[in-house]
Structure formats: structure tokens, C-alpha cells
């Protein structure tokens, strides 16, 4: 990407991405005030005195720092005096912690309901 892979990017793609991204984050910011009023973020028991469990910890921690590496993306796209190798690390950050919070959801659901199978 800024010319640095060897290719040339069409012109519309930049607007795609700030389109795709920007509706990312209104779906997070729905996503995680939804968890965070159905499970909270606590260690100890749920107010229907069932233990929280260290999945649900983990993926609402998790969750909470997908949050905040949005805010550093966003800050290290639009800041002008940052090194060169701050938004791939910023970049690359924030999907890694979507991918262990999904994670964290599929290991559950998988568990709990079993593999998917075909129907038909």
C-alpha cells in the first residue's frame, strides 16, 4: 500500500476501504455496547449468580482492546508525524485482536451447539 507493494492501486479503492472501515466501526461500537450490557465485563458471578467464565473474560477484555486499537488506527492514519512503520503495526494489531475475539465466540458456539452440519 502508499506504493510500497510494487503494484498500482485502482483509484477508487481508498475510498472503498474509508467506506468499509467507517462502517466497521459503527457495527463494533453496536457489537460491543450490546456485550458489554448482556455479559458486563467482571470477574466473579453474573447477577443470576452463575459464574462469568474465563472465556467470557477473555472475550469481553479483548473486546475492550479492539476499542482502543481502533482509536490508534484511527490516530495513526490521520497523524502526519508518526514513523513510517506505525499504521501496519496499528493495522495489523487491530485485526489480530478481531480475530482472537471472534475466536473466542466460535470456540464457544462450538462447543456449546457442536460443528455445523449441512442440511439437505
Request: glycine fraction near 14%; proline fraction near 5%; aromatic fraction near 10%.
Amino acid at each position: 500500500m502508499y506504493g510500497k507493494l510494487g503494484i498500482r492501486a485502482p483509484s477508487w479503492l481508498g475510498a472503498v476501504h474509508r467506506a468499509t472501515g467507517a462502517t466497521a466501526l459503527v457495527l463494533t461500537v453496536f457489537v460491543a455496547y450490546n456485550c458489554l450490557w448482556a455479559l458486563g465485563l467482571e470477574v466473579g458471578t453474573l447477577p443470576n449468580g452463575e459464574p462469568v467464565s474465563t472465556r467470557s473474560f477473555v472475550h469481553g477484555l479483548v473486546g475492550c482492546t479492539v476499542v482502543g486499537a481502533i482509536v490508534v488506527k484511527v490516530a495513526a492514519v490521520r497523524s502526519r508525524r508518526a514513523p513510517g512503520w506505525f499504521l501496519p503495526v496499528a493495522g495489523g494489531l487491530l485485526f489480530s485482536l478481531l480475530i482472537l475475539a471472534i475466536l473466542t465466540s466460535v470456540v464457544w458456539y462450538i462447543g456449546e451447539k457442536g460443528w455445523p452440519s449441512q442440511v439437505g
